[in-house]
């Protein structure tokens, strides 16, 4: 929607964080993106719910904030602190008023690699044990290399989610594709997965049993301990080589 005079007027006067702010309370509708936490899927709920009950995780972090919704979820199911960062200085102003009463989240503006790459100067911070959801990617860009990169260069015992992710046996799950080399699947992360010996995780439902968008997502690991953790999670299943586990063997969604 192309915006009238009055309201280029007002960005000019306000600024971007400003219009954001009040776009939250003349939106209420826009408090529920995406379908709600986690593009409203209900295994993705229970899959990173069962993350945070069963790593030993002591702090979240998330990329992309968009509006705000999947951090709220975070901050109500776990009490651990969640640093989340937005690039959309609206966006910004929005989630600022979308999130005022998690305590326990602290919100960056800028950049997701800037920000990676702050936090990992943080000494206490990069020796924990931390869940990296990274969803930063859109409109045409595309830091998700660098941001694998930059975690399992820094961080001791990471485990990484991503969000818009191709689930290579299951077409149903949607994923992001922004032209040649650039789509969200296993060729484009493959060079971080032999530097790095990453495994990775897949949803242990087909997209039939998903509900909401049905985007697809990958979770990756290389601490052998956290790897191990991560086998014993229903949610999830290990990708074997070139060939998925056997697909009649996943749960079915209640």
């Known amino acids: 929607m192309i915006p009238t005079p009055l309201k280029r007027v007002a960005r000019r006067l306000l600024g971007d964080r400003v219009v954001g702010m009040m776009d939250f309370y003349r939106h209420p509708e826009w408090r529920v993106s995406w379908g709600g936490a986690l593009n409203g899927q209900?295994?993705?709920?229970?899959?990173?719910?069962?993350l945070i009950r069963d790593l030993p995780l002591q702090a979240i972090v998330e990329t992309g904030t968009y509006r705000g919704t999947t951090t709220a979820y975070l901050a109500a199911v776990s009490a651990l602190p969640?640093?989340?960062?937005?690039?959309?200085?609206?966006?910004?102003?929005?989630?600022?008023?979308?999130?005022?009463q998690c305590n326990n989240v602290r919100r960056y503006a800028g950049d997701s690699r800037q920000f990676l790459r702050r936090l990992a100067a943080t000494p206490?911070?990069?020796?924990?044990?931390?869940?990296?959801?990274?969803?930063?990617?859109?409109?045409?860009?595309?830091?998700l290399a660098e941001e694998i990169d930059i975690i399992f260069s820094h961080w001791r015992r990471p485990?990484?989610?991503?969000?818009?992710?191709?689930?290579?046996?299951d077409d149903g799950y949607g994923y992001d594709n922004y032209g040649p080399g650039k789509a969200l699947n296993r060729d484009y992360i493959e060079p971080a997965v032999r530097a790095f010996s990453l495994r990775m995780f897949f949803p242990s439902v087909t997209s039939k049993s998903e509900t909401g968008w049905k985007r697809g997502s990958v979770t990756l690991a290389a601490d052998p301990?956290?790897?191990?953790?991560?086998?014993?999670?229903?949610?999830?299943?290990?990708?074997?080589?070139?060939?998925?586990?056997?697909?009649?063997?996943?749960?079915?969604?209640?």
Do not use: C
């Open 225 to 254: 301990d956290l790897i191990r953790t991560l086998r014993t999670i229903r949610e999830i299943r290990e990708w074997e080589g070139s060939r998925a586990l056997d697909l009649g063997s996943l749960i079915v969604a209640s």
């Open 124 to 143: 206490d911070l990069a020796d924990k044990t931390v869940l990296f959801y990274l969803d930063a990617h859109g409109n045409g860009e595309l830091p």
């Open 42 to 50: 209900s295994h993705r709920q229970r899959m990173v719910e069962a």
């Open 159 to 169: 485990v990484v989610l991503i969000d818009d992710f191709q689930v290579p046996d």
């Open 82 to 100: 969640i640093y989340t960062v937005e690039v959309d200085r609206r966006k910004q102003g929005f989630s600022f008023a979308m999130l005022r």
